[in-house]
């Protein structure tokens, strides 16, 4: 099974303020196509998980564009360049990889300083 | 519009047995497998099981294979989770999400979410 880790597990930003969340797989996600089997998803307090990122780098539909995702084959990050109060939750990286029994990190919950 | 709808939790007892369902619509069912996820009161986002488009296969998470059984009917466009022998560690949100595939067969993620249904395990 992939085992996936994300870093940190808790990050305090202030509004504004660019930040980073890494994800690192146990074994590459990297597809035949070429293009790298990893999500990001936010979940807000209260609500379910949306859709950020997918492939890796790819905004999904009506994600503002201070989200990014970048990196290849194990290590990917996500990068918000200024973040906004609406922006708090917890994002989870996942792999679809083995799209039929997917993986996801641990979390890491964003919060304002 | 794909519409993703859980429902059927509730509250049981240790060892006990719940059906959950996840009724879809907006896509062509059939074309598509199908996971059932969960999320532990405070935890993180947990795959539990998969089926594939004609039902003729699927895969469990370890903790529950033997225990949970995922079917579906595609004449009703819904995907069911027979979960028996529950244990208060299965107490969760339970997310049904259909393969991350467009109509053109590209990955583009698990779009869309429903609300969940809440299983409760506890005596």
């Known amino acids: 099974d992939i085992v996936m880790t994300q870093s940190p597990l808790s990050l305090s930003v202030t509004l504004g303020e660019p930040a980073a969340i890494s994800c690192r797989s146990s074994?590459?996600?990297?597809?035949?196509?070429?293009?790298?089997?990893l999500d990001w998803y936010l979940q807000k307090p209260g609500q379910s998980p949306q859709l950020l990122i997918y492939?890796?780098?790819r905004r999904a539909s009506g994600v503002p564009d201070r989200f990014s995702g970048s990196g290849s084959g194990t290590d990917f990050t996500l990068e918000i360049s200024r973040v906004e109060a609406e922006d708090v939750g917890v994002y989870y990286c996942?792999?679809?990889?083995?799209?039929?029994?997917?993986?996801f990190g641990q979390g890491t919950r964003l919060d304002i300083k | 519009q794909v519409q993703l709808v859980e429902s059927g939790g509730g509250v049981v007892h240790p060892g006990g047995s719940l059906r959950i369902s996840c009724a879809t619509s907006?896509?062509?069912?059939?074309?598509?497998?199908m996971h059932w996820l969960r999320q532990a009161p405070g935890k993180g986002l947990e795959w539990v099981a998969f089926?594939?488009?004609?039902?003729?296969?699927?895969n469990y998470e370890d903790s529950v294979r033997g225990r949970f059984t995922v079917t579906r009917d595609n004449s009703k466009n819904t995907v069911y989770l027979e979960m028996n022998g529950l244990r208060v560690e299965d107490s969760a949100v339970y997310y049904c999400?259909?393969?991350?595939?467009?109509?053109?067969?590209?990955?583009?993620?698990?779009?869309?979410w429903g609300p969940g249904t809440r299983v409760t395990v506890s005596s």
């Open positions: 907006g896509f062509r069912f059939i074309d598509y497998g």
């Open positions: 089926i594939v488009f004609d039902g003729k296969a699927d």
């Open positions: 999400q259909k393969e991350g595939l467009s109509e053109y067969g590209a990955y583009v993620g698990f779009v869309n």
């Open positions: 074994q590459s996600l990297v597809h035949s196509h070429g293009y790298s089997c």
């Open positions: 996942m792999q679809a990889i083995h799209i039929t029994q997917v993986t």
């Open positions: 492939l890796g780098s």
